[in-house]
């Protein structure tokens, strides 16, 4: 059954960008600094950066640590600060062998120990050899593999040279394997070809299942995947918690924005409320003016006040109310109204002023400003706003 997490990048979620590849020889080194862009959900996806890449010459006279600290002071030189390095051993004392395992034997490994001197085709101790393999091919019948056999000597002089140049080994494999199939990326990172197997080892640094032939032992790569765990959960538990942190950030946001449309609405009704009482209080001055009139024996009709007052429902804009009304008689027997209001500002009296002037009606604005003090017809809520007042006069 395919495992979706087999796709997962641990390395990367843990912090690891960029490794050391270094091929070494007894005539010197060729280091390539490689860093990986990641793609989280397919580890297999990747592209590659060459932070750094240099090369050493080493004279036969310079001894071990002369060298590991030739390379020490280079690192430091061009400010790397990547310790953790893939290396492969290239000595003489390094055998690669093919073979193939028949099905019927135990272990790979039991196989390998019995037929060793077979391989090696020289009597050899098996404390003084240390094997390791990659499986090439496998068949019903059996396994090719590809058997690395090296000195116990050589890995612990490469285990010392990389210790006091202050590198952590990753993998040590052996000889250039690691160089195969790798043209195509090498002319990407426009490297010379002499670093083919630096960049091929830095490369199995970051997918180490291309090639699982280590000399290393599993004691010594434990330190390594102790602080790769801990990285690894302590980016998790932060992704975590900055996800749990949002999730309760967002009910925050949405409480402040639901009491600032509650504030917005109160506010609201306190104006509607307003001018409901103004519109109330205009109404019963209407027909308190229309019983005087008609008692005066006035021949203004009450029709003639219903189409005015409908008229100013239907032409009042937003943002502008009315407070008083007064009906007068003019010369000739004609009728004016007075009307008294105020607004947010001056452009919104003048289209009030033309929308009565549609509806037919003879309409001049008498006067317009601010409000005197002590206006007590002014709503609180809008005293703290600049508005004007006005009166106009209207004729028919």
């Known amino acids: 059954m395919h495992n979706p997490f087999n796709h997962i ?9 960029k490794i050391l590849g270094i091929d070494i020889t007894d005539q010197g080194v060729f280091v390539v600094e490689l860093k990986r862009r990641y793609s989280i959900q397919n ?24 060298r590991a600290e030739q390379l020490k002071q280079k690192l430091i030189e061009i400010k790397c600060k990547t310790t953790y390095t893939v290396s492969s051993l290239q000595t003489l004392g390094v055998r690669t062998i093919e073979a193939f395992v028949p099905a019927s034997a135990s272990s790979n490994e039991e196989w390998i120990r019995d037929n060793q001197e077979k391989l090696l085709r020289v009597p050899v101790s098996a404390n003084e050899i240390i ?10 019948e059996g396994t090719r593999l590809a058997i690395s056999f090296a000195k116990v000597d050589d890995i612990k002089k490469y285990r010392l040279f990389f210790q006091q140049a202050g590198l952590q080994l990753l993998s040590l494999g052996a000889g250039t394997r690691d160089a195969a199939n790798i043209q195509n990326i090498l002319h990407s990172l426009g490297l010379n070809p002499a670093y083919s197997l630096s960049v091929g080892l830095a490369i199995k640094g970051f997918q180490p ?20 765990q801990k990285k690894f959960f302590q980016r998790v538990v932060l992704a975590i918690g900055g996800l749990l942190g949002i999730l309760l950030f967002i009910p925050f946001i949405f409480n402040i924005y639901c009491g600032w449309r509650a504030s917005k609405i109160d506010e609201e009704l306190l104006l509607n409320g307003n001018m409901y009482a103004e519109v109330k209080n205009l109404t019963a001055q209407v027909e308190q003016l229309e019983k005087q009139l008609s008692g005066s024996g006035t021949n203004i009709q009450s029709t003639n006040t219903s189409r005015l007052l409908y008229e100013m429902a239907s032409a009042k804009p937003e943002k502008l109310w009315l407070y008083r009304l007064t009906l007068n008689n003019g010369d000739k027997g004609k009728t004016f109204a007075a009307l008294y209001g ?15 002037e549609k509806s037919g009606f003879r309409v001049h604005l008498k006067r317009s400003g601010n409000p005197q ?24």
């Open 373 to 396: 003090t002590g206006d007590s017809y002014i709503p609180v809520a809008l005293q703290r706003i600049d508005i004007a007042v006005f009166e106009i006069i209207i004729n028919f």
């Open 131 to 140: 094997s390791v393999y990659e499986e090439l091919e496998k068949r019903e």
């Open 209 to 228: 299942e291309i090639n699982k032939a280590n000399f290393l032992t599993a004691a010594e790569l434990i330190p390594f995947k102790n602080a790769l």
């Open 43 to 66: 580890r297999f996806q990747a592209s590659y950066h060459v932070e750094n890449a240099f090369s050493i010459e080493f004279t036969p006279e310079t001894s071990l640590t002369q």
């Open 342 to 356: 105020y607004s947010t500002n001056i452009e919104t009296v003048t289209d009030f002023i033309k929308n009565l």
């Open 9 to 17: 990048d641990y390395r990367h979620i843990s912090g690891l960008s």
